[in-house]
């Protein structure tokens, strides 16, 4: 069975982006950038939401190709391309780069995904990792907290049906006063 993760940077008060959308002030420093490629490099598959498809497809295809690319950010976009991703949404019809696109109920998807053998699955997007959060499924949480407050936005956190105890497994700083929580669901 594969372990199944959310990780995202958040704001300080819990959101993924500001309510404009804007991630600006989630920009890694080059330690954090490292520590989140390390991570990917032992996903065996990515599964994403719309709006996170849209933002990971609109930069990581070329993103070794970029002028000022650090070697960090080539091997990232290289896995990105590399890594099988399945993208759940009715909305959109085409993906591409060893992506597949999933247009029914997640939760039995990514249930079906999980009960296979292989490497970790990452969940990213707030709305996909809700159904998943609610369903129980999620074994690891990543929280990389920025200081920042942008007082709205899209939540990392959903309203749940029922508590969910966590056992923290790991803290760590980065530049920038930035804080890694990692967690895993206590079951």
Do not use: C
């Not at 497809?57 to 391309?81: C, F, K, L, M, V």
């Not at 053998?117 to 499924?137: C, E, F, I, S």
């Not at 200081?147 to 966590?166: E, R």
């Amino acid at each position: 069975m594969r372990k199944l993760i959310y990780g995202m940077n958040l704001s300080l008060d819990g959101y993924i982006a500001a309510p404009d959308g804007d991630i600006n002030w989630g920009v890694p420093s080059d330690e954090l950038f490292q520590w989140w490629l390390d991570q990917e490099l032992a996903i065996g598959m990515f599964l994403y939401g719309r709006n996170l498809w849209e933002t990971m497809s609109s930069h990581w295809p070329t993103g070794d190709q970029q002028p000022n690319a650090t070697s960090a950010q080539i091997e990232y976009a290289r896995n990105w391309r590399d890594t099988p991703k399945v993208v759940f949404s009715s909305t959109i019809d085409k993906v591409d780069w060893n992506t597949r696109l999933y247009a029914g109920d997640a939760v039995p998807e990514i249930t079906r995904l999980k009960a296979e053998d292989g490497k970790p699955l990452r969940v990213g997007g707030a709305t996909l990792a809700a159904a998943a959060m609610r369903a129980g499924l999620i074994d690891e949480y990543e929280i990389v907290t920025h200081p920042v407050l942008v007082g709205g936005g899209k939540p990392f956190f959903t309203a749940l049906d029922n508590w969910m105890n966590l056992n923290l497994v790991e803290t760590q700083t980065f530049p920038g006063g930035v804080v890694l929580t990692r967690y895993e669901t206590r079951r």
